[in-house]
């Protein structure tokens, strides 16, 4: 289990708070000008990914107390402990175990149980109905061969999928993905505009298969289907489910053989590697998917063996809480210089927001210090002519991840040299700044930055860049001393919103009044 030690109590924090006093009056600039092998000094290379975290309010020895504080709150026994399957997610009772979904030991057990044989018997699954799909086997109920795919589900079930198969845009095969989560039904109404159901597998993803927004989507899409085809045992041939609930799932109609399941120790938001993928390994191929897992068991592999001064998941996570309790900064920008990656800020926002924004400490004592930052972002360069003057010179500081690829993945290099340069130049700029007689035009500069280079955006790198995000939840979840993979907070809302569906009156004025006055509209 993860130890209960309230970091600010450690003698490393102390450390850290006197060492962020010695040098909060020296500007990242200063820090350069100090020290020429900054550079090498403050970067590391994993594989075809570089992190260069000079441009940074840190140095050498800041690395090194920031190393001394994850040691101090056992952070390698935390690391083994989710290696081994101990049930780490304490408040639900449950391992932590995504990394075994994509690992090649023959051998990962938990309560006694070798979990290896489930993950890869599923797995085999997801790989016979993408090589069908993508083969041209799987025919619709008239004979068609199928063109385009749904997937309905939301949250982990949709962000994933959707961000991976927008990121891989280039390995698309034969089908077009649709991803449905929305429960304003204008989202259906987009989607199938562009779709026959003659061609088309729709995927519904609901571990219970009782997530009110998916069935809700489900069921309208399910009628909308029956009223195109006419028949019920067409549903056989165009359904298929990810769930646990096979009573509920063969009642909708869809037969055994069509069901997946995953399992209570993956996270939702950790879920991609899983059937969960079935959308992005029928859309980008089953090698392709593969690959994915591929990248991420190397920085899965990274991550568990390597010092936590070389360790880029540790790095990124121990830079962030330097930024965050020490700095005080409390948002983030997730910058990708990649179109394809433009789904990265909304997907790392599940990742890092609904795993770290927490309140209560392991002990469930209220937390007196900061904990996740908020993250919000956009593809450069969009970005640069939205938010980007908030950045420069805005009353709040907000660090920033840039994140491009060395080699596009199109051939119009000019564009790319381009995109290249607007990203090193803004996190240039951000850290320089300009002096200016003009006051408008005087900027501080002095502003953080980590710049993450992919050598280009392949499956097996993609696959490795969110398994480095997913580790950097982690390790804060054990710095802060919360439970990352909980997420009590969504329950709530949930629990209201039925009852408002189901026309009880609400204690609160605001809420009945509110309802008044819609319902007045409506008449």
Request: net charge negative.
């Amino acid at each position: 289990m993860l130890k209960h030690i309230n970091p600010t109590k450690t003698s490393s924090w102390k450390d850290l708070q006197a060492h962020f006093l010695e040098i909060k009056d020296k500007s990242i600039k200063d820090h350069f000008r100090n020290n020429s092998g900054r550079v090498e000094e403050l970067s590391r290379q994993f594989n075809d990914i570089y992190l260069d975290f000079s441009k940074n309010h840190l140095t050498k020895e800041t690395v090194g107390l920031l190393v001394k504080l994850a040691s101090e709150l056992s952070l390698n026994e935390a690391i083994q402990a989710m290696k081994a399957g101990e049930k780490i997610n304490e408040r639900e009772g449950r391992a932590v175990l995504h990394t075994a979904l994509r690992s090649k030991e023959d051998e990962i057990r938990m309560n006694g149980q070798n979990l290896i044989p489930l993950v890869r018997k599923e797995l085999d699954h997801v790989k016979v109905i993408a090589n069908d799909i993508q083969s041209g086997r799987w025919i619709g109920h008239t004979g068609k061969r199928i063109k385009h795919l749904v997937n309905i589900g939301i949250g982990g079930s949709d962000l994933g999928p959707q961000m991976v198969c927008n990121a891989l845009k280039p390995y698309w095969k034969n089908i077009t993905p649709h991803f449905l989560s929305n429960i304003d039904a204008s989202h259906w109404e987009e989607i199938k505009e562009n779709i026959h159901p003659e061609e088309t597998i729709f995927i519904i993803a609901s571990k219970t298969f009782t997530t009110d927004e998916t069935m809700t989507n489900a069921q309208t899409v399910r009628t909308w289907f029956l009223n195109q085809l006419g028949s019920q045992e067409a549903l056989r041939k165009h359904f298929i489910a990810i769930s646990t609930n096979l009573e509920e799932v063969e009642n909708f109609g869809i037969p055994k053989e069509n069901i997946l399941g995953f399992w209570d120790w993956v996270g939702g938001r950790f879920s991609l590697w899983s059937s969960i993928g079935l959308s992005i390994a029928c859309t980008i191929g089953w090698s392709n998917f593969e690959a994915i897992l591929d990248g991420a068991r190397e920085m899965d592999d990274h991550f568990f063996s390597e010092d936590f001064d070389k360790n880029l998941p540790v790095l990124l996570a121990l830079i962030s809480i330097w930024q965050v309790n020490f700095w005080g900064y409390s948002s983030k920008a997730i910058l990708p210089y990649d179109h394809n990656l433009r789904d990265l800020p909304r997907f790392l926002q599940q990742l890092l927001m609904e795993s770290n924004g927490k309140q209560m400490d392991r002990t469930g004592k209220r937390i007196t210090y900061s904990t996740c930052p908020v993250l919000f972002g956009e593809p450069g360069t969009n970005g640069q002519h939205a938010f980007f003057q908030l950045l420069h010179q805005g009353t709040d500081i907000i660090p920033s991840d840039f994140i491009v690829a060395a080699v596009a993945s199109h051939s119009q290099e000019q564009h790319h040299s381009k995109l290249l340069s607007n990203c090193f130049a803004q996190s240039e700029a951000l850290m320089d700044g300009q002096v200016s007689d003009d006051p408008f035009r005087n900027f501080d500069g002095n502003r953080p930055s980590n710049t993450l280079v992919i050598k280009e955006l392949l499956p097996r790198n993609l696959g490795s860049l969110i398994a480095l995000y997913e580790h950097q939840v982690f390790v804060q979840g054990v710095v802060w001393n919360i439970y990352s993979f909980d997420q009590w907070g969504v329950e709530l809302g949930k629990q209201l919103a039925k009852k408002i569906n189901n026309k009880e009156a609400s204690s609160n004025s605001s809420t009945n009044e509110l309802l008044n006055k819609v319902q007045s509209f409506r008449s």
